[in-house]
Every structure is written in C-alpha cells, then in structure tokens.
C-alpha cells in the first residue's frame, strides 16, 4: 500500500506536475473571466520555472545530502556488495538486451571497481522492475549482463529481482545477507544514500556507506546557471523529491532518524 501510494503522491507533487496543473489552473481562469488570477498563475509558474530552472538552486537542494557522508573507510574483511538499482533504463535494456545507463550508471562502475577489489565478496544486486504497466526485466538481471561482460563470474553475483523501491532493496537484501560474516558494502548515489542507510539500519544491517553519482560539487551558493537549464531542473526534482522521501518514512516509520548520518 505504501508504494501504491508514494508512486501516486509523486505523480501529483513532482515539480513539473506541478507546472502542469498551474498551468492548467491558468488557463481555466482565463477562459471564466478572471483574468488577474490567471495572470497571476502564470506570472508564478514563469517565476517558478525560471528560478528552478536557471539558477543552482537544484545543487544548493542535493548538496547537503550528497555530503552527509563522507570518503568511505576502506575495509579489509568485506562479505558482500550490495548495490542498489536505479542505474539502467529498463525498456531499451529488456527490448534490446543491452545495459542501456541513465545518470546514475556510476553505481555499477563503482560496484565494479569494487568486485575487483574484493573478488571473494558476493555482488548482490538489488532492484526489481521499475515499470508497473511494462514487461520488463528486473534491474538486477541487466545489472547481471553488465558485470558478465566485464569479466565478474555469475557465481560471485547474488540477484535480488523483487524489490520495488528501497524499503524492499533493505528488506529482501537483509533475508538474502542473514547471518553474513564480514562488512558489507552498500553503494548507491550520493543524495539517495541517508535514505538509503536509515532503511538498512532499521533492517538490522550495518553497512559501509559508498556513495557514488555525485550530482553537485558540495560547496556550490545561489547563483545563475544559464548553461544547463534541463539539468538544473532533474537536479531540483530529484533533490525535492529525496527531501520529500526522507520525511515520509520518518513520519511512517520506515526510518528512525530525518537525516540519517554516519
């Protein structure tokens, strides 16, 4: 139920569903004569637009949850890997049997460099299909043809194909890691990791955060960015949207803690 809803919640309260529904809101007024308000309406959605749009306001969002955790300590006795998915567009993937990688695919370069490191760690990737209303394989599965290609034997890779969202990645991760001896590595990006490790310590796992797919330099102020308003704007909308995320669980019980820290 709680996935159910957080998906229709997003859909309305998303940034751009917002633009939309003013916009729409404008249009209404203007159309039964009330043309102030609709100008004012649109005036706010210019406004709004503009700002998210043209400044750094995004990255002022998602710095502060990128830079909740810091360089990772290196261990020297890791059991598992556990990367979380959300790194691969699952219908090009499944269509065309490719990897095909969105903004995040650094998890699976990071966790790759890691399996390297530590080549007698279980990988286990954690991700069920993203799309409710498609056929699609599950992102552990495209993560599985990513790490076959570069040389990582399918008997190191542990795939966990169910999860829907990361309260399932810490559940069904923690049944697969139950009773593991050694430390476990969790990677994720940066800003989806305080969620991340507050819903694997309220599973019982301790893990060693590595925080990958930096989307801000840390140390960024308000000011304008003409260069990439598009970007500027995915940046705000997923910072919101993780801010968002952080108050829900706390407020459902998923977490134990607003802001997860080391």
Known sequence: MFYVVSKLFWLVAQPISIVFLLVLTGLVLVLTGRRKAAIATLALVLITVGFVSYTSIGALLIQPLENRFGEPRVPSNVSAIVMLGGATTARP??????????????????????????PAARIVLSGGGALVAD???????????FFLAMGIEDS????????????EN??????????????????????????????????GIDVIPWPTDFRST???????????????LETATTAIREWVGLVAYRVSGQIDDWFPAP
């Open 93 to 118: 993937s499944t269509a065309r049997k490719i990897v095909a990688l969105n903004d995040a695919g650094e998890r699976l370069t990071t966790t790759l460099w890691l399996a390297q490191q530590y």
């Open 156 to 167: 190191q890779l542990v795939l966990e194909g169910t999860s829907r969202n990361t309260i």
């Open 218 to 232: 840390g140390q960024e102020s308000l000011a304008l960015d003409l260069a990439n308003p598009t970007r500027n």
């Open 135 to 145: 056929a699609a394989e599950s992102e552990a599965e495209t993560a599985r043809r």
């Open 170 to 203: 810490a559940r069904f991760t923690g049944e697969l890691l139950a009773g593991a001896e050694g430390e476990i590595i969790l990677v994720t990006s940066a800003f989806h990791m305080p969620r991340s490790v507050g819903l694997f310590r309220k599973e």
